[in-house]
């Protein structure tokens, strides 16, 4: 199988092409919510050696996140779906990054906090094990407050925010 993945919930915007399980092609920009998707997925195909044709998933994250990313990458799914038949899966973006979590081996009580702007955040807390992944904490917003106490805090794991490339603008 050939997967083509879209994870435009945020300002760094990633594409990726697993092909048998294995990452073969990846393309990334951050900063830029407006920027070009389709030189993204170009970028990501070529570094896998694939054209579109050959794509017979697309995987989208769908946040939680900007409104207008996920808005966007369900809409190319969409329409690469009408004019290619492709399936298309929808994937919780927190659910990746415990999934992330649990490749590293970074087992325990894992918690993931992503800006939501506007002094929010979206607040998970996973219980990470070899042989999966549970939510111990429903995914929620969370205060200002709240986060600064969890990092300051060190939660169950400290560094992971860093190993798993969330940054947090307190």
Not at 52 to 79: D, F, H, K, M, W
Request: charged share 20%; glycine share 12%.
């Amino acid at each position: 199988m050939k997967i083509l993945a879209l994870e435009f919930s945020s300002d760094h915007r990633s594409v990726a092409v697993v092909v048998g399980g294995q990452l073969c092609g990846r393309a990334e920009e951050t900063g830029a919510r407006e920027g070009h998707p389709f030189s993204l997925i170009e970028a990501a195909l070529s570094a896998a050696g694939l054209q579109r044709e050959n794509i017979n998933c697309l995987a989208v994250g769908l946040g939680p996140g900007s409104y207008t990313g996920i808005r966007s990458a369900i809409a190319l799914a969409q329409g690469w779906q009408l004019a290619r038949g492709t399936k298309i899966l929808g994937i919780s973006s927190v659910a990746c990054l415990a999934a992330q979590a649990q490749a590293e081996k970074l087992f325990g009580r894992v918690n993931i906090i992503i800006d939501a702007q506007r002094s929010e955040f979206y607040f998970v807390r996973y219980e990470v094990s070899d042989s999966g992944c549970r939510v111990v904490t429903p995914l929620r917003l969370a205060g200002r407050e709240e986060v600064l106490a969890l990092v300051r805090a060190g939660g169950d794991r400290p560094g992971l925010f860093e190993r798993l490339r969330l940054k947090l603008r307190l």
